[in-house]
Structure formats: C-alpha cells, structure tokens
C-alpha cells in the first residue's frame, strides 16, 4: 500500500509524544513506535468489531515476520512472550528482558512504522508466597521495555486471584496497558461464568484499577488444539455482556487451532481485542504443515516438515533427534526454542528470511482477513496526536465502593460463588 507523506509527518510526532518513558530512555534515538498496550486496544474499540494479534515471539523469526506483516496491513500489533516462556524458567531464548530490544531494533532495521506494544504475558502467581518477589520483578521488565502486563493469578481461588492483583497493582505504571484473568485456560473443562469474571471485575474497579482486557477460560487450550471444539463464542459474548459498563475488553487465548469463522465470531461478535498466537507461528517459522488456521498437522503422530521451507532439513532432523533424545513430543516441542536459537540464526540468511516470511504471510492474512485489523495503525497515531501523551488514559470509571470489597468482604463473597475450576494440573502455555 502507498502510505500518504502526511502519514510520516503525524508519524514523527507520535514518535516524540506516544513512546511511554521507559521506552524513550532505553532507546533514546529509535525510530520504533513502542507504545502503552492501552492504545492498541482503544484502536480495536475504535475501529469495531475489531481485534489484533499478540504474537507470542517465540523466535526471532516469529518477531520479524508478525511486525512485517502489520506494516503490510497497517495494524497495530502486539508483540508477547509469556512468562513461561520467557521468564527466570524459560525454555525461549527470547525473554521478558529482551524482548523489547529485539521488537525495537528490528523494527529500526526494517523500516516499520506501525504502532507496537511490548506485553509480558501470563505473569503466573500460583501460590500466595509468589506475590512478594514478583514486585520486584514486574519493575525489572518495564525497566526492560514492557508495556504492558497480565497479571495471571488465575490458579488461586477466585478471592485469592482478586487479592494478588490487588497488591500487585501498585508496581505497574498506570500509563501501562493491563490484563487480568478469570479461569486457567483449560479447554472445556472449568469454564469460566458471568459470576467469577463480575466477581474480579467489580473487585478491581472498586479499588480504581481499571483492566483494558480480561482473559477467561472460554474453551480453548494453549499449545496444539487436540479437538475441534475451541473457542465457545456464546458464551464469551454473555460474559462480556455480563461485563459491559465496566468497558474491559476480552483477551482470546488458545487462538491457534481455531479456524477462521471462529475467530471472525469472537471479533464480531464480543468485545476481544486482543488474540494471542504462539503456537501456530512456532510451527510455521520451522516449516511444518499446518492447516489454514495455524494448527499443526500429524502424519502417524509425527509433525510433518515441508520441503524447501522453514528451516533447512539437517537442522530438522537434529531437532527432531533433540527431542527425540529429551522426550519431547507433540506441544513439548516448543522446549526446542531455547536449545535451537543459536543454531537458527547459523543457517544461511536465504533460510532465515523464509521463516520469517512465512511467519509474515499467515499472520498477514490473520489481521486482514480474520481479525480485521487494517488501518488501525493510522487510529493509534491519531489518538496519540489528539491525547499529546504517551497515556491515553483509562477507558472506565469507579463504580464499586471500596468500603464493599475491604479483604474481609472479599473472602466473603468469593465463599458465596459457585464455581467449578476444572482439574489439578500444568495448563502454562
């Protein structure tokens, strides 16, 4: 597409006024449109029916292709790593830390002038002790770059879950974009209902914190989709409904493996703005079949490799012989990344460029023919001019009194929920 000169003037003064401080101080000479995730979901409300990419970078390669692709369709993206995958565990190369200087200077080497934030996702809390260490880590990854967080309690009880995001809200900037989630993702099993998602809600805006995104466990898995059942539309749309005067807006996890109606669905017809994609871009930078919404295709239980695309056969077969001699099978393939990242960047640059390209292509046709997320860019740039601020500032307002959700009443009420968490285990992505 041809972008319009007065497009690069407006472009260079939200350079100056939309990158947050942190941003502006890490990279002081950039030319990368590193913004507030609040932005990239005011631009999805704005435009309607509306949702973009959080591409879970994975690998370099997945970065370079995701933000190629949004310059292509002129999307404001998000750019992820969740803490399981990035985090003081990781089993990615790219982490919390550096991911925002990987997004940044790739999009100076190429040139892109579309809007991005940088959010860390999935900040587990599992258990109560893991609150206190995480204040000090949440200010290390804005300290790194980030702009935007999930604080994902959701293992805890629900009176628990509220409590943690509580304590830990103090450590995030308020120009921050924020995620909150209701319900571990775990397919059909534990659902999450209109109670639980009011219950964090309500809890939250009486304390005047203010979630641009909830996350709920609405029929999708992470890693590889085993069914066809996924994403369960109506019952998102009740619970967003359930939500509405509290205007946060959904967070679609579990999106690889979905197919492309369902997707359309969640856009169209509830208030998500925002679909994490991991999977599906591993699998297709290393060249590996996929149907035509991202899910890895089997032949006998193994992962077919197409010829002439990803990464070269030699390096397949040694990842293949990797996984084989570490018992890694099926979504424990993506424990490759962290092993496999120095080795990707030695094959020759010719088979650099064809996964990142690949990359590019599916998610090009993601935010231009699913997601409906073209054109967006340009409604981030005009927010920014019109705001003058690197913060947009909250979408909502108090409505719940404080004095209604002291922790005493807090534990209260979640006694009273009827819930149904589903069963014990790991569902990390």
Same mark, same amino acid.
């Given at each position: ?10 472009f260079?003064?939200?350079?100056d ?16 449109l ?6 990239i ?24 292709? $995701?933000?190629?692709?949004a ?19 990781a ?14 200077? *790739?999009?100076?080497?190429l ?5 991005? $934030?940088?959010?860390?996702?999935h ?10 260490p ?9 300290? $790194? ?7 994902d ?11 943690a995001?509580l ?5 995030i ?33 009486a304390?005047?914190? *203010?979630?641009?995104w ?36 959904? $967070? ?13 669905d ?7 703005t ?14 590996l079949?996929?149907?035509?919404y ?29 996984a084989?001699?570490?018992d ?22 010719k ?5 990142a ?7 090009f ?28 500032? *909250? ?17 209260e ?9 589903g069963?014990?285990g790991?569902?990390?992505?």
């Amino acid at each position: 597409m041809t972008i319009p000169i007065k497009y690069f003037s407006n472009f260079e003064a939200a350079l100056d006024l939309g990158r947050p401080p942190n941003v502006k101080k890490l990279f002081p000479n950039s030319k990368a449109l590193l913004v507030s995730g609040k932005y990239i979901d005011q631009a999805m409300l704005l435009k309607g029916n509306s949702m973009t990419i959080a591409a879970n970078g994975r690998n370099s390669f997945v970065i370079k292709g $995701a933000l190629a692709a949004a310059q292509r369709a002129n999307a404001a993206i998000i750019i992820e790593i969740a803490r399981s995958e990035g985090g003081t565990g990781a089993y990615c190369a790219v982490s919390l830390w550096n991911i925002a200087r990987q997004t940044d200077a *790739f999009m100076n080497e190429l040139g892109i002038t579309i809007p991005v $934030a940088i959010h860390a996702d999935h900040f587990g809390i599992k258990k109560s002790e893991d609150i206190e260490p995480a204040k000090t880590e949440i200010v290390s990854l804005f300290d $790194a770059g980030i702009t935007s967080i999930a604080i994902d309690a959701s293992h805890m009880p629900d009176d628990l879950n509220l409590l943690a995001n509580l304590e830990l809200f103090p450590y995030i900037p308020d120009w921050a974009g924020l995620e909150t989630e209701v319900g571990e993702i775990k397919g059909k099993l534990g659902l999450s209902t209109d109670e639980e998602a009011l219950f964090l809600i309500q809890g939250l805006n009486a304390h005047n914190i *203010f979630p641009n995104w909830i996350a709920l466990n609405n029929g999708t898995t992470h890693g590889i989709e085993a069914s066809d059942t996924g994403i369960n539309v109506e019952l998102t749309a009740s619970i967003h409904e359930a939500l509405s005067k509290y205007k946060v807006s959904g $967070a679609q996890h579990g999106t690889s493996g979905n197919n492309s109606e369902k997707l359309r669905d969640i856009a169209s017809k509830t208030r998500t703005t925002k679909a994490n994609v991991a999977t599906a871009l591993q699998m297709i930078s290393w060249g590996l079949k996929v149907n035509d919404y991202g899910n890895a295709l089997l032949d006998n239980g193994n992962f077919i490799k197409q010829k002439d695309r990803g990464v070269t056969e030699d390096m397949w077969a040694q990842m293949l012989a990797y996984a084989k001699a570490n018992d890694l099978k099926g979504g424990n393939f993506k424990k490759l990344n962290l092993s496999f990242e120095s080795k990707l960047l030695v094959q020759p640059k010719k088979i650099q460029d064809r996964m990142a390209k690949d990359v590019e292509d599916f998610v090009f046709g993601l935010l231009t023919k699913v997601f409906n997320t073209t054109d967006t860019a340009q409604i981030v740039i005009g927010e920014i001019l019109k705001n003058k601020s690197h913060d947009p500032g *909250f979408k909502a307002q108090k409505i719940e009194s404080e004095r209604e959700w002291t922790k005493e009443k807090i534990m209260e009420k979640a006694s009273k929920i009827t819930t149904d968490k589903g069963p014990e285990g790991d569902f990390d992505d």
